[in-house]
């Protein structure tokens, strides 16, 4: 045996070979020491609002920035060194070009010029005749900046008026700069200066004025009035701005041209044009027709220039999903013959449109808690543009089989084969017999119709077939908001071929029985989402998503006499009656390019009522998968502390719940390329609101907290263009099934692989 004082000389030697081996002094020119950064000291004569974040901002102008260090190596500047030498080898010119960094010397930074840098931002935010120095102080290995800063005092806005004279733009200025963001008091800055520009100038373009440009507005100051650091900021345009710039535009003329493509002749000859309310329709053959595409278009002949309109105007055609490209042209034609203070434009609108039919087929594999696995193939038919106006039809396919191994490869014998056909067809407008398409600006509310058939076989057990049917609308509100309201939702189960083995599962578990049985269920569903995702400009967005689903109250009204088990029913038919509603939350933190740092909540609530004692099977949650706590298996968990009969047949049914609580934690990192890295902990669990002999532990207790399913694990994601193939390693780390006192354990051997498509949330 080795001492222990022995084996810790050997690391230390060990530890300081390695050092030493890392070290890049060896690297540097006899003539040349290493930038270490720079010390950066700020006082201030006067107390200022903001100093932390003055200081920042002067950071972030010195140069140059210093070679990294990580544990106190310089690991890209030693890779750089070591691809320079003679024979640098394979590994260490790809580590270089992932990882090298330049060398940056004492010799490269330049004291006077990084000074005038430092004055240039402190007199861009109101801070002149600041006195700055610098110096620099040499260290063993590497040498550093020090610069010195004393902030003056700031000068402030005491008035803020405009210059104006004869010119008609002037009173279009004028009228805007009571929305001004310089207020009596702030401090000089010309960021603000900036965003004044920029303000009048979307206002100026909104009121007609196209050729209008910011650059065109001057700002000047004046301190004479003042003893103290205070001035007098005026406006006005300058002395060469063009003459068109300074009146507004009108639409003269609009030509729309519904079946554009760059090979066609865009030219209007040998086309059919038709006029409808100003707005010409230029097309042959008719792609559209005219009287169902002119209400997406906000721009009318005759109206003043307007940005937001033409915007707007591009989303509502892009929203149809008939076109791959809108682009809208603006040509200036010169003065009116009338009055001379108005330009005019020639505005035309191209709709180039996407392929008319698609095919698209998913193959899957899955595997459940249950043992069961198997393949599913889908194939989606996309019709576009049907009947001229913009309805696109879809029709869903889905096959799947699956079948159960016992441990070993003894085969159970159960088996289960899936099909379904679904079938949409999506307006572009609004089907209501009261005319509403006015009210909505951003976009145009999409109505869908869908209809749906699935049968279920599992072998030694039933058949399931089920019926569906909705009605709905979807429109956004504006670029975050997003609403989907069906009022009529209609499905049909029907249970049948039930085997005895089966019948006597159901006998014994009235609550299973109960949430099988035939269930007719017609409600109204409606989701609210909120999502900044698709903004870049936001640094955290957040996703926030909420369903709200009502069955069976609008039966009520036509219902028949209760039966003999004190139910309801309609046409002969029982009806399920619940509510149900459930919150998505979701925060991204981004702490650098291409990182993610991602949580979510997830909070469900199912209720019967009236004509059902528990949930419809199908409206239940679940919890486990690839999508869910992935350290276990799909809809494994739950509910509560619930374990099911090792027993094949006991174990045939998707554990379900009407409560359920989710929550994610993720970090996702670049690898190279296209593929990523993440880190995750996922925790979750389902319960009953009642309790259920045949469901031990189902119900939701106070000590909810510790029947959490728990898991932690890393994943590959593949992520070519936002089409995402995922693989993730999950560990449990509590099981809710197990004893009390047993559930935390990092258990290795139950560790699960999941395969999915596109991201977990």
Not at 49 to 58: F, I, N, V
Not at 85 to 96: A, I, S, T, V
Not at 289 to 304: A, M, Q, R, V
Not at 422 to 448: E, H, M, N, S
Request: hydrophobic content about 35%; some cysteine.
């Amino acid at each position: 045996m080795i001492p222990i004082k022995d084996i810790s000389r050997f690391t230390l030697l060990a530890l300081a070979v390695i050092l030493h081996s890392c070290s890049v002094k060896k690297y540097v020119p006899d003539n040349e020491i290493l930038y270490g950064g720079a010390d950066l000291e700020l006082t201030f004569r006067t107390p200022i609002e903001g100093e932390s974040d003055l200081k920042s901002e002067l950071k972030s102008v010195i140069r140059p920035e210093p070679d990294s260090k990580f544990m106190g190596i310089y690991w890209g500047l030693l890779a750089h060194y070591k691809a320079q030498r003679e024979k640098p080898g394979f590994l260490n010119k790809y580590f270089d070009k992932k990882i090298g960094e330049e060398p940056v010397y004492l010799s490269d930074v330049d004291l006077d010029k990084t000074k005038e840098l430092l004055n240039n931002r402190l007199e861009n935010r109101g801070f002149f005749n600041s006195v700055i120095t610098s110096s620099t102080k040499k260290g063993k290995n590497t040498a550093t900046a020090d610069y010195k800063v004393s902030v003056n005092e700031p000068y402030t806005l005491e008035t803020y008026q405009l210059n104006s004279d004869t010119l008609s733009i002037y009173k279009e200025i004028e009228k805007n700069l009571a929305k001004t963001v310089l207020k009596p008091g702030s401090r000089f800055d010309l960021a603000l200066l900036k965003l004044e520009r920029k303000r009048i100038d979307d206002d100026l373009k909104s009121d007609g004025y196209y050729n209008f440009n910011s650059d065109f507005l001057i700002f000047e100051a004046d301190t004479n009035r003042y003893d103290k650091k205070r001035f007098d900021l005026y406006l006005r345009l300058k002395n060469d701005v063009p003459k068109k710039s300074t009146v507004p535009y009108m639409i003269n003329s609009l030509r729309v041209y519904p079946n554009y493509s760059l090979e066609s002749d865009e030219q209007d000859k040998d086309k059919d044009t038709v006029s409808i309310a100003g707005t010409e329709f230029i097309q042959k053959p008719e792609f559209f027709k005219p009287h169902l595409l002119e209400p997406f278009i906000l721009l009318k002949k005759g109206d003043f220039y307007n940005p937001q309109k033409s915007r707007l105007t591009s989303n509502r055609l892009s929203s149809i999903g008939a076109y791959r490209y809108v682009n809208i042209k603006f040509d200036d034609i010169g003065k009116d013959s009338i009055n001379d203070t108005i330009r005019k434009l020639d505005a035309s609108i191209y709709l180039s449109p996407l392929t008319k039919r698609s095919l698209q087929a998913e193959l899957q594999a899955y595997s459940k808690s249950n043992n069961f696995a198997g393949p599913a193939l889908s194939l989606v038919y996309n019709e576009r543009n049907l009947f001229g106006g913009g309805v696109i039809f879809r029709a869903t396919g889905t096959i799947a089989y699956e079948w159960q191994v016992a441990s070993g490869t003894n085969d159970t014998g159960l088996s289960s084969t899936q099909a379904g056909l679904q079938g949409d067809l999506i307006f572009p407008r609004l089907l209501f017999p009261i005319q509403l398409q006015d009210k909505f600006r951003y976009a145009v509310p999409k109505t869908k119709i869908s209809a749906s058939w699935d049968y279920l076989n599992r072998s030694q057990l039933y058949n399931l077939i089920s019926y569906s049917t909705t009605f709905g609308y979807q429109w956004n509100e504006n670029r975050y908001v997003y609403h989907e309201l069906n009022p009529i939702s209609i499905s049909y189960v029907n249970p049948s071929n039930i085997t005895p083995e089966f019948e006597q599962i159901l006998e014994d578990n009235p609550y299973l029985r109960s949430s099988f049985e035939q269930q007719f269920i017609a409600g109204l569903t409606y989701t609210f989402t909120y999502n900044e995702l698709g903004d870049s400009g936001k640094k955290n967005p957040i996703y926030f998503s909420t369903n709200l689903d009502v069955a069976g109250n609008l039966f009520d009204l036509f219902a028949q006499d209760r039966n003999n088990d004190g139910k309801k029913s309609l046409l002969g038919l029982e009806y399920s009656q619940y509510a149900k509603a459930d919150i998505d939350f979701r925060y991204y933190f981004i702490p650098g390019e291409s990182q993610f740092l991602i949580g979510r909540l997830f909070a469900g609530l199912g209720l019967p009522y009236g004509n059902s004692s528990t949930m419809p099977f199908s409206q239940q949650y679940f919890s486990g998968g690839p999508y869910s706590v992935r350290a276990f298996r799909i809809r494994s968990l739950g509910p509560g502390t619930y374990k099911p009969d090792s027993d094949a047949s006991e174990s045939y049914y998707d554990q379900a719940g009407n409560i359920r609580l989710e929550a994610n934690v993720e970090y996702r990192f670049p690898l190279f390329s296209y593929l990523k890295g993440a880190l995750f902990a996922d925790a979750g669990n389902v319960w009953l609101t009642q309790e259920n002999e045949s469901l031990p532990g189902g119900k939701l207790t106070s000590d909810f907290i510790n029947e959490l399913g728990i898991g932690v694990g890393a994943g590959l994601r593949l992520d070519i263009q936002n089409f995402v193939i995922r693989v993730d390693v999950a560990t449990p780390i509590s099981a809710p099934y197990l004893p009390k006192g047993e559930r935390f354990d990092f258990d290795l051997n139950g560790t699960i692989l999941n395969f999915a498509i596109g991201y977990p949330f």
